[in-house]
C-alpha cells in the first residue's frame, strides 16, 4: 500500500488530539491506474471524459481553471451502494438520499486522491474519520437524460419545468428549490431517516407551511449569518436552516456561489472562488443514465498509532 500519510495536522481543529495513519488504497499503490469497474469497455465521448480519471498522475487543474461548461458530472458514492461484487449496477443504485443532489464536473477531480477529494468537497477531518474510514468509494461519472438541462438562473427564479433542471447552487436558488420541494412534499411523521430521494416529506403540515412560508427577510438573515451563529441563536432561522441541511443537504460549509469549500486549507472561507465547481440536479436512478461509468477510488484506512511519533534529533 502506498501513500501513507501520518499527521497530527493543526489544520483540522477538529483532530488536534489525534495522530493517525491513513492509508490510500487500493492496493498496489496509488500510483497505478484506477480501475474502471462499469462498463468494462468505453467508447465516444465518456472514453474521453474517464480516460483523465483513471490516471492519477494526471496533471490537477487549479480551481481558477475549472469550468462548469460541461454536460458530464460526477458524483462521490460508497462502492456498495452502486455495483455488486461482479461491478455490475445494482437495481437500487441512485445517486444520492435527496429529491436533488449536489455533483461536479469531471475536471474537478482529475488528478486528486481520494483525500484531496474529500476535502475539496467540504469534509472536515473529524467528519472523515467518523464516515468516510475504511469504506470502498467510487465516482459515478454520468450525463443526465437529454430532459434534463442546465438553467442558467442564479436569482432563485426558477424556469416552468424547474424539476428537470441542474442548477448552479446559488443561495437563492437553493430556498427556491426548497420550497417548490415542500409544496409536493408529503406529510408522515413516522419517517425519522433522511432517505428521501424522490420527494421530500416533513413531519406535520405545520412544518412543511413554515418552510413554504419563510420570510424573505430571514432567508436573507441566515445567508448572511454564520452558521454557528444561527445554531447558537436556536431561533426560527436557525430551524429553516437545519431544515435545508435535513431535506437538501446544504451543510455547514455550504457557500452559495457554485464552489465547494476546502475547510482545511481555507477554514475561514477566505478565498470564495477557490474550491471545486458544486452543482445541484434531480436525483436520478443510476441505470436509467444515458451514459455512465464508474471508476474505483479505493478506501481510506485510517489506523491509529500505538505509540506517539518519534522526531530524530
Known sequence: MLGAVRFCSLRWKALLFVCAVVLLAPAGGFTQERKLLYPRELAGKLDTVVKPLLNPKAEQIPYSKLTAATNYYVRIAPKGAIVNDQNEILETA??????????????????????????????????????????????????????????????????????????????????????????????????????????????????????????????GRIQKTDYAALKATDGADWAYRSL??????????????????????????????????????????????PEVAIIGLGRLLIEQSPTPATSKP
Do not use: C
Open 94 to 219: 441512485i445517486l444520492g438520499t435527496r429529491p436533488y443532489v449536489f455533483v461536479t464536473t469531471p475536471d474537478s477531480i482529475q488528478g486528486r486522491s481520494l483525500l484531496t477529494i474529500y476535502e475539496d468537497i467540504g469534509y472536515e477531518g473529524a467528519d472523515i474519520i467518523r464516515w468516510q474510514r475504511n469504506v470502498d468509494m467510487v465516482a459515478v461519472v454520468f450525463r443526465f437524460p437529454n430532459a434534463v438541462t442546465r438553467a442558467e438562473t442564479t436569482d432563485g427564479a426558477l424556469p416552468a419545468e424547474w424539476d428537470n433542471k441542474v442548477y448552479v447552487p446559488t443561495w437563492a436558488n437553493m430556498f427556491s428549490l426548497f420550497g417548490r420541494l415542500a409544496e409536493k412534499a408529503e406529510i408522515d411523521p413516522t419517517k425519522k431517516g433522511q432517505f428521501a430521494p424522490t420527494r421530500l416529506f416533513f413531519a406535520s403540515e405545520a412544518e412543511r407551511q413554515f418552510v413554504t412560508s419563510f420570510p424573505a427577510a430571514g432567508k
Open 244 to 289: 435545508l441541511e435535513n431535506k437538501l443537504s446544504v451543510f455547514a460549509h455550504f457557500r452559495g456561489n457554485g464552489r465547494t469549500q476546502n475547510v482545511v486549507l481555507d477554514p475561514d472561507g477566505a478565498n470564495p472562488t477557490d474550491g471545486l465547481i458544486e452543482l445541484v440536479g434531480p436525483n436520478q436512478k443510476v441505470k436509467a443514465l
